[in-house]
């Protein structure tokens, strides 16, 4: 049994940036943060080798260490608030803009670079609005400062040492089973070794964090219901990654990098868009814990494909008496799994408007080839709702009024590309639950869904918390 003044749960922006934060306001608390993975320098998908995902057990190397999801992610930072979740509306859109400025800030003094994609070219994305907006889409603007996959790993390494070097304890390859909440109060955490689930040990303290991410969503809703943790059902995002040729989407690429889209098809009306645009980039597989196996995408600095992938996402949100969207969309994930044997499913456009499945000789015929090689040919119609579905060839085909060739026959489809952003904790705009003592922030909390945002809500905390040392 042990005590520290604030104990983090994940060292994923979220959870990272509450302590950098702390220390640059200079606070003397004592910092632990506890993480499930290993440390930034530590973490490798041995996919670079074997060429497929190997499903790691006890935990994916891709999402899971300092760092979090985001060290092997794209690291594209959106420096608008209008990407990357739900924080604006609950601390303010100007602040929230402000915020992001601040934070990008510390990025860049750990490394980032200098360069902001999607700026500069008014007349040409002029043209490209005119175009959205023919085709009932809303473009968001957002410049992005873009990390690259090899370059963020090395810029939290910096962030990593200098926590280290601060005093901050970060307990590796250790996992937080329970929160110990009494009368509404968090008084710490019960914690065990991640990979042989023994080594029980309790730390006590006045802060906790929970800043466990998406892969941490279904952990924390069964916490959210043991401890009384108000929350309310959250969106789930259920969609398929697309792939076309660079060719294609070049205009949108070199002018925007990332093109932000939103619909609202006919004739459901629900909000479809296009997320985590990767010009040049690859698609990849994620696995969760549970085996559920989701599509994903990346690019590097350097190294380039010929395709550009791209998600295209509907949000569900369920009313009474339904309130498991995660079980939802996981059943969704299962399904699809099971038809591509575990693996993940790419399915040809105009195969899908034909009402037939692809095979994989079909996949050599067209320009565009898979850049995830092992995905499996097959009918992602089997396991996709027909609501979802719907939506996704409407949107496909409205996206082709601004990236004329994106509906073409050969434009691939990857499923299941799943966003769980379930239980979003109910808070006030100073990030106070209704457990004293305990914080939830980033994807984990539903208030965020990026690097940027989650590191955002990071600072804020820290803030929070140093404000209650000096009052
Ligand atoms: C492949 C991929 C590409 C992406 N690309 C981008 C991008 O380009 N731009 C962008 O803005 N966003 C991107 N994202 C999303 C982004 O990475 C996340 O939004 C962001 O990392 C969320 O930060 P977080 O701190 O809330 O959670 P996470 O980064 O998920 O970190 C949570 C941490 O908590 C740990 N943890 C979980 N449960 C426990 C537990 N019980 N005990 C101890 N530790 C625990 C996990 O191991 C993890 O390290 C991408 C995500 C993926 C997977």
New binding site residues.
């Given amino acids: 049994m042990s005590k520290t003044d604030v104990l983090i749960?994940?060292?994923?922006?979220?959870?990272i940036f509450t302590a950098l934060e702390l220390l640059r306001r200079g606070s003397r608390k004592s910092i632990t943060i506890?993480?499930?993975?290993r440390p930034v320098e530590k973490r490798s998908c041995p996919k670079a080798k074997t060429k497929k995902c190997m499903n790691c057990k006890p935990?994916c190397n891709?999402?899971?260490?300092?760092?979090?999801?985001?060290a092997?992610?794209?690291?594209?930072?959106?420096l608008s608030y209008e990407v990357?979740g739900d924080l604006p509306s609950l601390i303010g859109e100007d602040f929230a803009q402000e915020m992001i400025q601040y934070t990008d800030q510390i990025y860049l003094e750990f490394g980032a670079d200098t360069k902001v994609e999607g700026v500069g070219k008014e007349k040409e994305v002029k043209d490209i609005r005119k175009r959205a907006i023919q085709a009932g889409l809303k473009l968001v603007d957002c410049p992005i400062r873009h990390l690259g996959t090899e370059k963020a790993q090395e810029i939290y390494y910096r962030i990593e040492q200098y926590l280290l070097e601060k005093g901050v304890e970060i307990l590796f390859g250790?996992?937080?089973?329970d929160l110990i909440v009494e009368n509404d109060v968090c008084k710490g955490a019960v914690l065990e070794d991640?990979a042989k689930h023994t080594n029980e040990q309790v730390i006590y303290a006045d802060h906790v964090i929970v800043?466990?991410?998406?892969?941490?969503a279904d952990?924390l809703e069964k916490l959210c219901e043991q401890h009384d943790i108000a929350h309310v059902p959250g969106t789930v995002d259920i969609g398929v990654r697309v792939e076309v040729r660079n060719e294609i989407m070049e205009d949108v690429n070199n002018i925007l990098y990332e093109s932000k889209l939103i619909g609202y098809p006919l004739p459901f009306k629900n909000k479809v868009r296009t997320f985590?645009q990767n010009p040049g980039g690859f698609v990849?597989q994620?696995n969760y814990d549970n085996d559920l196996a989701v599509v994903?995408?990346?690019s590097y600095k350097d190294l380039k494909s010929q395709n550009t992938n791209l998600a295209i996402l509907c949000s569900h949100n369920f009313t009474y008496p339904f309130n498991q969207p995660i079980a939802y969309a996981q059943k969704v994930g299962e399904l699809t799994n099971m038809l591509g044997d575990g693996k993940i499913l790419v399915q040809r456009y105009g195969d899908i408007l034909g009402g037939k499945r692809t095979w994989q000789k079909e996949l050599s015929q067209s320009n565009v080839r898979p850049s995830l090689p092992d995905a499996v040919a097959g009918d992602i119609t089997a396991a996709m709702p027909y609501r979802a579905m719907t939506n996704i060839i409407n949107f496909i085909q409205a996206v082709d009024h601004v990236v004329p060739g994106f509906a073409a026959n050969e434009t691939l489809l990857y499923s299941p590309e799943l966003k769980f952003y379930s239980n979003r904790i109910k808070m006030t705009p100073d990030l106070v639950t209704n457990i004293r003592g305990l914080y939830c922030?980033?994807?984990?909390s539903g208030w965020?869904?990026?690097?940027?945002m989650?590191s955002v809500m990071?600072v804020l905390m820290g803030r929070k918390l140093s404000e209650n040392e000096k009052a």
Avoid: Q
Avoid at 34 to 37: A, L, P, S
Avoid at 211 to 216: E, I, L, S
């Fill in positions: 749960i994940g060292a994923g922006p979220a959870g506890v993480e499930k993975g935990y891709i999402t899971t260490g300092f760092s979090g999801a985001g092997f992610s794209d690291g594209k930072l959106s990357g250790c996992h937080c089973r991640s800043a466990t991410g998406r892969k941490g952990w985590c990849s994620e994903n995408g990346h922030l980033g994807d984990s965020t869904r990026g690097l940027m989650a990071g």
